[in-house]
């Protein structure tokens, strides 16, 4: 079946620790996107990727790295110097542009505690 | 610049009808719309176009106002799985990558 795998499911980690978080999808999608989650603010962009070994900065990229060696995975590191990591993070994909006729899909979600 | 939804939240029997709204300072290009079940992941509903052109889900439909400054999502007969929180996305910031969501509408449909 294909489409978007993010694991953990949950992940707890101690303040002041660096944690990466895993997005994978098998769809053949172009773009992949990470989405912040936190209650009452909607979906928040932190970094997306048009194309492999290429990402931009989304609306809240502070504390936040990404890589795209492949075109199957975008994994995200929420490092140290973000000061409220504890959040739902979400990724997503698209076929392509997303401003005409494409959508995003989601994957199920990765919710990070930081304690 | 981020949409504004309305109503934040409403609350339905099963059977009735509901609209909800997305509204921008700008006419927009597409309306991407999804549905949140607590504590999972969006799920796409559909997409509207600029033509008016829908894509997507059999039973809900959408439509801009005059200006397409707004667009209200229309779910008709309503049944309990409808319940979840709708988000709205549109194209921003330039790219024709970034969708920005609205802060959503908190839909609960009651037997």
């Known amino acids: 079946d294909g489409g978007i795998t993010q694991s953990p499911k949950y992940l707890f980690r101690k303040e002041g620790q660096n944690v990466t978080l895993s997005c994978e999808q098998n769809?053949?999608?172009?773009?992949m996107y990470w989405y912040r989650q936190d209650p009452g603010q909607g979906l928040r962009l932190i970094y997306y990727?048009?194309?492999?070994?290429?990402?931009q900065k989304g609306d809240i990229a502070e504390g936040y790295s990404v890589s795209r060696e492949k075109k199957e995975s975008f994994p995200l590191t929420v490092t140290s110097a973000q000061k409220n990591p504890t959040a739902f993070y979400l990724c997503?994909?698209?076929?392509?542009?997303?401003?005409?006729?494409?959508?995003?899909?989601f994957g199920p979600g990765t919710r990070l505690t930081v304690l | 610049q981020q949409p504004v939804q309305s109503p934040q939240a409403v609350i339905l029997r099963e059977g009735e009808d509901a609209v909800i709204n997305c509204s921008s300072s700008?006419?927009?290009?597409?309306v991407h719309w999804y549905r949140q079940k607590h504590g999972e992941a969006p799920v796409f509903l559909m997409i509207?176009?600029?033509?008016?052109e829908q894509k997507g889900h059999e039973k809900i439909s959408a439509s801009f106002n005059e200006k397409k400054q707004q667009s209200s999502l229309y779910l008709t007969a309503s049944q309990l799985s409808y319940s979840g929180t709708y988000f709205c996305?549109?194209?921003?910031?330039?790219?024709?990558?970034?969708?920005?969501f609205g802060k959503g509408t908190l839909l609960t449909v009651n037997p």
């Open positions: 997503a994909s698209s076929i392509d542009e997303v401003r005409a006729s494409d959508t995003q899909y």
């Open positions: 769809l053949n999608h172009d773009a």
């Open positions: 990727s048009q194309i492999v070994n290429d990402f």
């Open positions: 700008k006419a927009l290009y597409s």
């Open positions: 509207l176009l600029k033509g008016g």
């Open positions: 996305g549109t194209p921003s910031g330039g790219s024709n990558y970034k969708l920005t």
